[in-house]
């Protein structure tokens, strides 16, 4: 029996806990079955998370999560023993609530975390490590996106990846296959139909349900677009009017993480398109790295992960357009100075 590397302990860990995709459960469901060692860690794993089975629906609060969280990794950089000893600590500990659900919260907790430690495995980093990897994969894909149009760029007598489309056409209806150019992302599907970007490169790794779908020759020549929105998960810039066109300062905005406005779209084009801004749509960041931020690529080539959607001196929402509150799908700046990534 070969001892596991690290990357297939971290496949068993994210197996146990529901993280796979399917191609990876089909990976770590192998493994198990020909690897004792494998097939040890994954018994542990649920054998300790099969007690917070109980919890149902309810959450654990998350002050508490984070503590708990916070004494395992200062342990961890300690040592691997210091860290038994804290966990068995924890699990003889009298809990200190005696009635309702959380009645035996402290041990569950303890038992959770013995995740860290099932067999030979020590996850130090968790859950934010796993962001920060995820962070940087993301840019990396953005970058070579980048290079996808200055390659085009280059083909072309320097001109950006475009489709014609007439004034009033709707940038929304991503995937939608008919002759009218009417989704913002059939300007950059010429990437891929002209193989300068691998359409896996569309999909953020930080997306926990992705489609990384591979697309054969017939298939690249007989679509007009993206599959489906699960297909590409970013946003590129809506451009103003050309007559309003001039040169500003600084970075312009091109791409960036997916625009939590229009995450969910309607899967009939027929019908009507209309958006309404609220509250939480002012404020929430892209859903592709669990809204703790977004990374954004700018036109010199540059690739940054911000915490708020505003960028340049004027702090502009990238994520919407100024003075707009109700949205049809067709709307575009109205200056050169607002950025607007969409759909």
């Not at 860990?13 to 860690?41: H, M, P």
């Not at 809506?238 to 406005?261: E, H, K, M, Y």
Request: hydrophobic fraction near 35%; aromatic fraction near 8%.
């Amino acid at each position: 029996m070969t001892g596991l590397d690290h990357q297939q302990k971290q496949l068993i860990f994210d197996y146990c806990v529901g993280l796979t995709s399917k191609e990876q459960t089909r990976r770590a469901e192998a493994l198990i079955s020909s690897n004792q060692q494998a097939a040890d860690i994954c018994a542990t794993l649920k054998s300790a998370l099969l007690p917070l089975d109980s919890l149902g629906d309810e959450e654990c609060p998350e002050e508490l999560a984070q503590v708990t969280v916070g004494r395992l990794n200062n342990a961890a950089r300690s040592s691997e023993l210091k860290l038994q000893a804290l966990l068995a600590a924890e699990q003889s500990r009298e809990p200190a609530v005696k009635t309702g659900v959380w009645a035996d919260i402290g041990r569950r907790l303890a038992t959770a975390a013995v995740f860290v430690v099932a067999g030979s495995i020590l996850i130090t980093a968790l859950n934010l490590t796993r962001q920060k990897y995820w962070q940087h994969q993301c840019q990396m894909q953005l970058a070579r996106i980048f290079q996808g149009i200055t390659q085009y760029a280059n083909d072309h007598d320097g001109k950006m990846p475009a489709v014609a489309t007439s004034a009033g056409s709707p940038w929304w209806k991503v995937g939608y296959q008919g002759n009218e150019n009417q989704s913002n992302t059939r300007h950059v599907w010429l990437l891929v139909k002209g193989r300068y970007v691998d359409p896996a490169d569309f999909v953020c790794p930080g997306v926990r349900h992705r489609q990384t779908t591979g697309f054969g020759p017939t298939q690249l020549q007989n679509l007009n677009d993206f599959p489906a929105r699960g297909h590409i998960t970013y946003s590129f810039r809506i451009p103003c009017d050309s007559s309003l066109q001039t040169d500003t300062p600084g970075r312009r905005v091109l791409i960036a993480d997916l625009n939590p406005l229009f995450e969910r779209l309607p899967g009939n084009y027929s019908g009507p398109f209309e958006l309404r801004l609220d509250k939480d749509l002012l404020s929430i960041n892209s859903p592709n790295h669990k809204r703790r931020g977004q990374n954004v690529l700018f036109d010199d080539g540059s690739v940054r992960f911000q915490r708020t959607r505003n960028t340049g001196l004027l702090k502009d929402d990238i994520f919407t357009l100024q003075n707009t509150h109700i949205y049809k799908g067709v709307e575009v700046p109205a200056c050169q100075s607002d950025a607007f990534v969409a759909p």
